[in-house]
């Protein structure tokens, strides 16, 4: 797309001076400048808990700078509140939505800022601006849908409709293909390529190269905390963009070597489970890993591997089915009996389902193991031992930053609480590992480490069952790819074979082209 940007001042639309944000005696952004010009798309690019967002809740309004100055259109300006920035043209859409479900779109569009005729909400107004603006950027929303029958990526343009709605003329969009499929990307690209053309800006924090290369003109590289520089994204490739943001080389090949699967250590059959709601999701799947591979589940979220997950970790009752591994009945097991039969998990909701954030680090590495020796004698806890265990891990996991031992978990940036589970999961040797998700929101750093311990617990003739809605993590790390599709395996591919187009295709409903 790589359109030309007009360099000269007339056409600055954003410009962020020394900024300085601290929490305490944390630094979190140290003196960064951005500047952000008319139509253009202009991508942050950071490691975990370098800053981004930090940043960009400053530009909405969300956080006030400890020092350093913000310009639009040349005037400076300083807000009080999202309202303010949204007044003054900028707009956030959030990586966690914030949608109403049971609302319809246009209900969710207009919240807070209803037109109104006399006494009585004008929806009709409404919906036609609604989709006014739908048509212009070509996004097919549908403005009286409800909320909770629609994508994840349709609910995204719902979002982004919201702040065109309040007049938005730089959109911020955090991390914003975090939960989309290849299609629904490239659906999102065109939308953002329609909005610039229309004069727009918009800014992209991310962690993800190839979106950089592929829609941005410009990248700003933030590293913990610092402004690094400025790049135009023509100039460079996806190597030297990695090395900006994480201060060396790093290797995007996963180096596994070939190796025969043995005995089936995970078997499920016939397994139907319901959702929150009572209505069955999981509709009659079957599933089996062996020792020594790693099996890739592709799929859009919202299809039932979630809640086959939570079956098989004793976080949620089946309907019917079985579930054995190497043999052991651990169907509506509850989690303790799932993990002594030989299931631990790197679960989807780190802060939920993977640590207790009031808890120390030290603490959270031995959660299963508190009652057992070195770590406790007659039911007391032995604090040297624990101390030391946790010392050695945050080591070898590369956790940040150093001497955290004693910290709550809940202090540690995402990335670095990921690498807290990880390095208890993984030391835990169970047959079986479940990974969901497990380098969601981390940088290409910690996505290399991340990748490296799975590929070993393979290597080291254990069953690794990936689920992860990055295609790319799927179709480099996985042996076996199973497409998972309304409740039921649709379809299998070798991983070497693995095709980016027809996965997406088959995860979207389509069958398999023999």
Same mark, same amino acid.
């Given at each position: 797309m790589g359109r030309e940007s007009h360099m000269d001042e007339s056409t600055v639309v954003i410009s962020m001076k020394d900024i300085v944000k601290k929490f305490g005696d944390f630094t979190a952004n140290d003196h960064i400048n951005l500047t952000v010009h008319k139509g253009e798309v202009h991508a942050i690019l950071g490691e975990n808990g370098a800053g981004k967002s930090t940043l960009m809740n400053v530009l909405c309004g969300l956080y006030k700078p400890t020092s350093g100055q913000?310009?639009?259109?040349? !005037?400076?300006?300083q807000f009080?509140? %999202?309202?303010?920035?949204?007044?003054?043209?900028?707009?956030?859409?959030?990586?966690?939505?914030?949608?109403i479900q049971p609302f319809t779109v246009t209900d969710n569009i207009i919240l807070g800022v209803e037109p109104a005729k006399g006494l009585v909400?004008?929806?009709?107004?409404?919906?036609?601006? #609604?989709?006014?603006?739908?048509?212009? =950027?070509?996004?097919?929303?549908? %403005?009286?849908? !409800?909320?909770?029958?629609?994508?994840?990526?349709?609910?995204?343009?719902?979002?982004? *409709?919201?702040?065109? =709605?309040r007049g938005a003329d730089t959109l911020i969009l955090d991390e914003p293909t975090a939960s989309l499929t290849p299609q629904e990307i490239e659906g999102l690209m065109e939308i953002?390529?329609?909005?610039?053309?229309?004069?727009?800006?918009?800014?992209?924090?991310?962690?993800? *190269? !190839?979106?950089?290369?592929a829609c941005s003109d410009y990248c700003t590289i933030i590293r913990q905390g610092k402004y690094i520089q400025t790049v135009k994204v023509e100039d460079v490739n996806e190597n030297e963009l990695a090395a900006m943001m994480v201060g060396r080389e790093v290797n995007f090949r996963v180096?596994?070597?070939?190796?025969? %699967?043995?005995? #089936?250590v995970l078997d499920v059959k016939n397994l139907r489970a319901k959702d929150y709601r009572g209505v069955e999701i999981v509709k009659g799947l079957n599933l089996q890993v062996r020792r020594g591979e790693i099996v890739g589940l592709a799929g859009v979220d919202g299809n039932g591997q979630t809640e086959l997950v939570e079956v098989l970790t004793g976080l949620r009752r089946g309907e019917s089915g079985e579930v054995k591994v190497l043999g052991k009945d651990l169907f509506n097991k509850n989690p303790h009996d799932t993990f002594a039969g030989g299931i631990s998990s790197i679960p989807a909701d780190r802060q939920k389902h993977g640590l207790i954030l009031e808890f120390s680090n030290e603490d959270n590495l031995i959660?299963?193991?508190f009652e057992e020796e070195p770590f406790s004698r007659n039911g007391i806890l032995n604090r040297k031992a624990i101390r030391e265990h946790a010392t050695e891990l945050i080591e070898k996991f590369d956790v940040r930053p150093r001497g955290c031992e004693g910290a709550p978990s809940g202090t540690l940036s995402g990335g670095n609480q990921q690498k807290v589970i990880i390095a208890r999961e993984v030391t835990n040797d169970k047959d079986l590992l479940i990974a969901v998700n497990p380098t969601r929101g981390l940088d290409v750093g910690a996505i290399e480490f991340v990748h490296k311990y799975l590929v070993e617990q393979r290597n080291k003739n254990r069953a690794v069952l990936l689920v992860s809605f990055e295609l790319d993590e799927i179709m480099s790390l996985s042996d076996r790819i199973e497409v998972i599709f309304d409740g039921q395996i649709t379809g299998s591919v070798p991983g070497r074979d693995a095709d980016e187009k027809e996965l997406g295709f088959m995860m979207a409903g389509g069958k398999k082209h023999e």
């Open positions: 913000i310009f639009i259109n040349g !005037k400076e300006v009080s509140s %999202p309202k303010n920035a949204i007044e003054m043209g900028i707009g956030m859409v959030h990586q966690h939505f914030m949608l909400v004008d929806k009709k107004t409404a919906r036609e601006k #609604v989709l006014e603006l739908s048509e212009r =950027y070509a996004m097919k929303v549908d %403005p009286d849908a !409800k909320i909770e029958d629609i994508s994840v990526g349709m609910q995204q343009r719902v979002e982004i *409709l919201k702040v065109l =709605y953002i390529s329609n909005l610039t053309a229309d004069g727009k800006s918009v800014i992209l924090i991310t962690h993800k *190269l !190839k979106e950089i290369t180096e596994k070597k070939e190796q025969e %699967p043995g005995e #089936v959660l299963q193991h």
